[in-house]
């Protein structure tokens, strides 16, 4: 079943997303929260952090295990998904950085890498809550439109869509990375809940298609319209072509 809730701008979609973040934090403190990078989650994060100041929020018994990284960046890389993560949350709260994981983008061989990370997820006993962004060619993590939807860990080559929406954090062109590590499908699938953030009319076209058009690895968002429970939130301008649909 897929929820909507319509946000009024970026901060009440961050700040709904939070709400909801923490909820399952308080139902379950040792609970495992799948993350997510990119612009859209960074208010989410902001949220989050302002209510560990206040006292809402305790992260001690936290494990967290993020979606994707870099090939060929390592952790302390200021452009890698970790440092992401370390600057907008992970330094943020009191989460046990030995419990948050995030794909090793310096291991070489992809096998190795991608055997690890599984093992991590396996360890965990499995993600309780994963937020998402989405890309605008509908991928989630880092799972490209293709011919089929990767069940697990796997080396994927970046779309020139995406290498290009990415370099805007990069200085020169060169230097941004064209594969990455990411969960597959299937991880994000077995996942008990999911929490998608969309904002901006330039997710318009590709919310619609993620979640009124084919269920079709070339969107591979749309496989989330047979999960069974999916909130997505997003602020009107998002929204704005589903309006009548929801
Ligand atoms: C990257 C990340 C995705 C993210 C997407 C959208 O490609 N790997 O996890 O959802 O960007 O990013 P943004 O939120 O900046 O639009």
Redesign the pocket.
């Known amino acids: 079943m897929i929820e909507f809730v319509i946000a009024d701008d970026y901060d009440d979609m961050s700040r709904k997303a939070a709400d909801i973040i923490s909820a399952q934090i308080a139902s379950k403190p040792d609970c495992v929260l799948g993350l997510?990078?990119?612009?859209?989650?960074v208010g989410i994060y902001a949220c989050l952090a302002e209510k560990y100041n206040n006292g809402e929020l305790d992260f001690t018994h936290i494990t967290s295990l993020n979606?994707?990284e870099f090939k060929g960046l390592s952790h302390d890389d200021k452009n890698s998904?970790y440092h992401y993560m370390y600057r907008n949350l992970f330094s943020k709260v009191n989460i046990d950085l030995n419990r948050a994981f995030v794909p090793d983008g310096s291991i070489e061989n992809a096998d190795e890498a991608c055997r690890r990370y599984e093992k991590n997820i396996a360890d965990t006993g499995g993600i309780d809550l994963q937020l998402?962004?989405?890309?605008?060619n509908g991928?989630?993590?880092?799972n490209e439109p293709s011919d089929v939807f990767p069940k697990r860990t796997h080396l994927v080559n970046?779309a020139e869509s995406?290498i290009s929406?990415?370099s805007r954090f990069f200085t020169y062109k060169k230097d941004v990375p064209k594969q990455?590590y990411?969960m597959g499908i299937g991880n994000i699938m077995e996942s008990k809940k999911i929490l998608m953030?969309v904002?901006?009319t330039?997710?318009a076209d590709i919310v619609r298609k993620a979640f009124f058009g084919d269920i079709t690895p070339n969107v591979p968002a749309s496989v989330l319209q047979l999960h069974p429970n999916v909130t997505v939130i997003g602020d009107k301008a998002a929204f704005s072509e589903i309006t009548d649909y929801i």
């Open positions: 997510a990078t990119g612009s859209t989650p979606l994707d998904y998402l962004g989405l890309g605008h991928h989630i993590g880092f970046l995406t929406a990415n990455a990411t953030a904002s901006g330039d997710k």
